[in-house]
């Protein structure tokens, strides 16, 4: 089975990276440096983040 190309952008993953504290990491022994639950956090937070966008679209 192939494997899908990711929805994120490498922008916005570093910026959430950044916001919980873990890009320090990610600099220094790349993306499979980071713990399985900083993984995981970092999807909650881009779901939050694409929850809020699609409120605001649908709430002009």
Do not use: C, H
Not at 28 to 51: F, P, Q, T, Y
Request: net charge positive; no cysteine.
């Amino acid at each position: 089975m192939a494997r899908q190309r990711g929805i994120m952008s490498d922008q916005m993953k570093e910026e959430i990276a950044k916001e919980l504290g873990f890009y320090d990491t990610v600099q220094k022994e790349g993306w499979g440096g980071i713990k399985a639950r900083d993984a995981g956090n970092m999807v909650k937070r881009a779901l939050e983040i694409a929850e809020q966008s699609m409120q605001q679209k649908n709430n002009p």
